[in-house]
């Protein structure tokens, strides 16, 4: 149990009457539980060891921290039903819909304590605000309470009128369920390997086919939801961001037409994948209107607008526009909230950080480069998308600093990768611009010499489009840029040589 995450999410969202204590006397115990709460959310506690040091002056397996510790996770469960979603920020959608699921928990209380007159009027209030957003398994649930209650009246007629709306949503739930089902079933096949990812795509168009099919019976918001996250999905594995881009047009028109529905909420979404679009597309004009237009859509606390963030960044990296790329990290580093995203979201972000240091060294605060390159890609499977990168802005410094042994070590990890992955991927770019980089390391970085030897693998690499942003080794500065630089560095160096002989 992950004791930070709770305290995040108690933190961002709870009432500020929310009591932490865990219970309303002051006891030595009850200021010990609020201490550890205070001192893991305001970052005066590192971490869980660090908290039992200073307040018991022992370690996390010690009886004591554990019993407090678990006083704490009630306490924050607890909070868990008293989340404020009457914040501005949070969509309709949300606090409708957190509303809604609280209502059916006080009927099932007042049922169960015999006051039916309130239970009913509730629940009729609860349908008016779930009809409205179409919750499906709420309108489900709702409907199933009113039949039930009504067998009681011995009113047959408007018993099976309510039990007609039941079946009804009985038949919307089952295609809303099927089709996350393709959602979720799509997910797992598309990151449990890349050979399985290529042989899955035949399957893959077959799902799209199914839940277009389904979305067209039913039509609800969700159902257009999960159609569009499915074929996000199904676009960049097959890398066609053309009808991606296209996707994302449509579905913004889709819930233009309807201001509550289940769409207005997953703006950033849509976002999100429409700048994945353009990056591959190389429309970076179009993606700098874009991320004008999106910015409004996504709130500095959220995992959505640290990602749309990356993609930002990329854009700014790709276009040259490094000023407003240091600006774009500046503003994620010192975001409150970037400390509690996950160890893989950080350590992106430090490559990004290797990358920016490359073309602006003297960005302050400045980059310690040195412990960036003292750490070898291990070709963690989680980071795949992020191994070739880091390799690739590994050899831009080392070769700027002249240390060739550590460039050796990174050839040779670049030639196992490419045989274990890079060559299986089917990323054609990516393939011909670390073959450019051995052609450089095999001509002993001689600027003539490579540019004689390297003009077969460039006109590959101009010739390539390139993959899935989403599924694939991240592109971060263009290869034809990092290329370019590339040249220059060695044509300096060859420059340097001819001057000291």
Known sequence: MDLQQLINIIGKKGKRNAVILSSQNAKSDDLRVHDLYTGLKTAQYKDERHAAQKIFNTDTADKNYIKLRSKLKDALFHNLFFLNYDNEKHPQFSQVEYEVRKNLLQIKILLREGDKENAEWLLMRTIKLAEKFHFTSELLESY????????????????????????RYEKISVAEKRAEYLLYASMCNILKSLVNKRRFV????????????LRKKYNTPNLLLTEFRLKSNYYALSSDFESLLKLCNETEKSYSKDSNSVLQTKRSEIALNKIIACLNLKEFEEGKKHVKKSLKYFNKDNNNWFTFMENYFILCMRTGNFNKAGEVLDEVKTNVFFRIQSELARERWYIYQGYFAFVRPDHKPKFQIQSFLGKVPEFNKNMFGYNAATLIIHFFHLLKENDFEELHIRMDEMKKYIGKQISRSGNERLQSFLRLLQVAHQTGFNYKVTVEKSQNYLKKLKRFKGRAEAFEELEIMQYEDLWQILLQLLKERSRNYLRIN
């Open 144 to 167: 199933t309470l009113w039949r039930n209650q009504i067998s009681y009246s011995g009113n047959l007629s408007k018993f099976e009128t309510v039990n007609n709306m039941v079946m």
């Open 202 to 213: 035949t399957k893959f168009k077959t799902w799209v086919k199914e839940i277009e099919d």
